[in-house]
């Protein structure tokens, strides 16, 4: 996105006579480290920034869908200095951003998109990345359930099945990230787990120097005793396989039943829900 301003370097400002524009520290010329935001000054002499970027959104209505303000409030926060764009103070009536760019209100970063959260039910062959070059992604299962920039927490590998949860909402991933996301797998072997390899896992193993611990694990009910329940917080995408190998076993079906309290009800493989507000409150709760 440009920001050029073209009214020249010794062009008086409009503030008093000797006072001339200095550089532009836009991203090009950005210096290394600044200690604080710059200030972007209304361009009276030239072009505005949103005659320059016309598919942008005005800072007003961005700040305005983030929910902090109206977007007249908005236009008196902007005056006061209060809002930055990618490290910059806008000053500026009827700039404009992009969806991508760092926009801060009184130095915290917002989000003009409402907090979305969307479940999938994953089948499987089916990557869990944001990359297009991965062939069929979870991405495009989900692509008509929001326009938000949703992503998914935690993975599950191309042929692993099961629950998925996607959101945009920066301080849940955060807190997931931090304290762990228990999820349950319904786990197949390729032989019948051992009893005292149960209960090395329930006690904790330690992998490559690091420890690895359990919520819960237990033989499936009714079934084999290769078919595993397994609830764990860890949010890697390689951690069950890693426990297993270190006991050697080979996994051979993995399936995410619930995470958290959500569950695989009324949700057929493949097919994607919209989370409800009382499901969104119940996280608040871990």
Same mark, same amino acid.
């Given at each position: ?87 910059? =103070? ?96 319904? =786990? ?85 829900? =919209? ?12």
């Amino acid at each position: 996105m440009s920001r050029k301003d073209n009214s020249g370097k010794g062009k008086p400002s409009g503030r008093g006579a000797g006072n001339t524009r200095k550089g532009s520290n836009a991203r090009g010329n950005a210096p290394l480290s600044r200690k604080k935001p710059t200030t972007k000054k209304p361009n009276k002499g030239g072009k505005t920034n949103h005659q320059e970027n016309p598919n942008g959104i005005r800072l007003n209505k961005y700040i305005a869908n983030s929910g902090i303000c109206s977007r007249r409030e908005a236009d008196t926060y902007i005056k006061t200095g209060l809002v930055s764009v990618n490290g910059e =103070i806008i000053n500026e009536m009827g700039y404009k951003v992009q969806l991508a760019d760092d926009v801060r209100f009184d130095g915290r970063r917002i989000n003009p998109e409402p907090d979305t959260y969307v479940l999938l039910n994953k089948p499987k062959s089916v990557a869990t990345t944001t990359s297009e070059s991965k062939g069929l992604t979870v991405m495009d299962l989900i692509s008509n359930a929001t326009t938000a920039d949703v992503k998914p927490i935690g993975r599950l590998g191309r042929n692993a099945t099961g629950l998925l949860l996607f959101t945009n909402d920066d301080k849940l991933v955060k807190k997931l990230h931090s304290k762990g996301m228990p999820r349950l797998f319904h =786990i197949e072997l390729d032989k019948n787990l051992k009893a005292s390899d149960l209960q090395k896992i329930e006690e904790g193993l330690t992998i490559n120097g690091k420890t690895v611990e359990v919520e819960e694990i237990s033989y499936v009910e009714n079934s084999p005793k290769k078919e595993i329940g397994l609830k764990i917080k860890n949010m890697g995408n390689s951690i069950i396989r890693d426990i297993f190998d270190h006991l050697g076993y080979d996994v051979v079906k993995v399936d995410c039943v619930t995470i958290a309290h959500l569950t695989k009800k009324d949700l057929p493989r493949g097919r994607w829900k =919209i989370l409800t507000k009382r499901e969104v409150e119940l996280f608040s709760m871990m």
